[in-house]
Structure formats: structure tokens, C-alpha cells
């Protein structure tokens, strides 16, 4: 079975905070796929990051970062010094390698202030 | 450029009116998915349509239906819908059954009254 466990469920920060989000994942599939998604206020699942279960290798994209380990099934996203326009809801997710489906964790909420 | 374009935004409809939500897209996928999310929670897959073959997710009502008259329309029918139905309606595509290009659309927001 899969599952995704995002254990925060709202994290609140001050503008030019770092701040990261945690991300737990469960499958028995020695291949999978991770991914992080942002969903703004209004609605639509804005695509950040897809990772392959052979890929460990951290990445970083602008503020943007992610830690990936296989070791604790942990795919954890860090944004540095972060903006009001980074308050939305991440999702991150599983997918099965030939998937047609996500599964997802139950988002956090993130609010930045300003 | 939208590629995933669901209409309306905004959906209200009456309790027990069937409605109707339109995504369509301009990717030439081959697959199109519809998800619901209620409220403060993550998008659940109803079923999804690999070209024409259609496949129900186990625990999707039987108060959901779809139709995919061409590759690019995909309609998701509520034929009853009922105040718990009210939610954001994602439709996504994706070139193939391994997940290539998945793309989520708009989303739709059905309040039902």
C-alpha cells in the first residue's frame, strides 16, 4: 500500500523566514515516483518537482529545495527566505512507476507574513 | 497558453439537479483523470479515461459519471449531486499510463444548494 504522511498541517512564518516541510512516504515498490505540488488560494495544483526513487540527489531550484532519503522514506521541501506569495497549500505525493494516479498527503498550509 | 482548461470556474447547482463539468485540453494526451478535493483535503481520483477505455476508481459513487466524446473533451456528470458533492473538481492529463506530462487543470468549484 501507499501512503503519504504530512505531518504539519499548517506552519505559520515572518517573511524572509526559511521553513520546511516535511514529507513521508510509505511504499513497498523499489520504483516510484515523488513529487511536490503547491496549490494557491485559487485552487489550481501548481507542478514544483518530480523525483525518481533512483535519484537521490538533492535539488535546488532558486529558493527552492529538496532532501530527498531513501533511508527514512523522506522527501522534505525547504524554501529559503520565503515571500507572501509562497502562502498556499503543498501537497507532496507518491506515484506507482507505471502510475495513473497520485497519491497524495494531506497537505500542509503555509502562511507567510508579511 | 492554458492547456488544461476547465469551465466554469465557479459551478452552483440545486440539490438533486444533475450538472455537468467540461475540461478540455490541448496536449493531444492520451489520458484525462478527474479529482475531487473537499475542503481541506487532498484531491481524491473519481476515475480516469486511457484514450477511450474508461476506468472507475473502487470507491467512486455511482452518482459520478463521464464521458469522453473525443480526445480532447472529457465531462464529469453528477447526476444527483447531494450537499456533500459540493467541491473543487480537478481534471489533469497525461501523455500515457506512466504518468508523462501530467498536467492539472484550473479546477472547477461546485457549491451545491
Known amino acids: 500500500a501507499q501512503k503519504v504522511t504530512q505531518a504539519q498541517t499548517e506552519i505559520s512564518v515572518v517573511e524572509k523566514e526559511d521553513v520546511t516541510l516535511d514529507c513521508v512516504y510509505e511504499t513497498r515498490d523499489t520504483t516510484y515516483y515523488l513529487f511536490w505540488y503547491k496549490q494557491p488560494p485559487s485552487g489550481e495544483l501548481v507542478f514544483l518537482i518530480r523525483?525518481?526513487?533512483?535519484?537521490?540527489q538533492n535539488e535546488i531550484s532558486g529558493r527552492y529545495s529538496w532532501n530527498f532519503q531513501k533511508s527514512t522514506s523522506s522527501f522534505n521541501f525547504t524554501i529559503t527566505a520565503s515571500q507572501v506569495v509562497d502562502s498556499a497549500v503543498y501537497f507532496c505525493a507518491l506515484a506507482k512507476y507505471n502510475f495513473n494516479k497520485f497519491y497524495f498527503g494531506s497537505g500542509t498550509k503555509l502562511n507567510v507574513k508579511p | 497558453d492554458a492547456m488544461v482548461i476547465q469551465n466554469p470556474r465557479y459551478q452552483v447547482t440545486q440539490f438533486g439537479k444533475p450538472v455537468t463539468l467540461s475540461c478540455s485540453q490541448t496536449?493531444?494526451?492520451?489520458?484525462m483523470y478527474w479529482y475531487q478535493q473537499k475542503s481541506s483535503q487532498a484531491p481524491k481520483l473519481l476515475f480516469h479515461y486511457y484514450d477511450k477505455d474508461f476506468n472507475n476508481e473502487a470507491d467512486t459513487p455511482d452518482n459520478f459519471q463521464s464521458r469522453r466524446p473525443n480526445t480532447s473533451f472529457c465531462f464529469l456528470d453528477i447526476r444527483s449531486p447531494g450537499l456533500g458533492d459540493a467541491a473543487m473538481y480537478l481534471c489533469?492529463?497525461?501523455?500515457?499510463?506512466?504518468?508523462?506530462?501530467?498536467?492539472f487543470g484550473s479546477g472547477t468549484r461546485l457549491t451545491v444548494v
Open positions: 496536449l493531444n494526451h492520451n489520458v
Open positions: 489533469a492529463t497525461s501523455r500515457d499510463l506512466g504518468g508523462r506530462g501530467y498536467t
Open positions: 523525483r525518481n526513487s533512483f535519484d537521490e
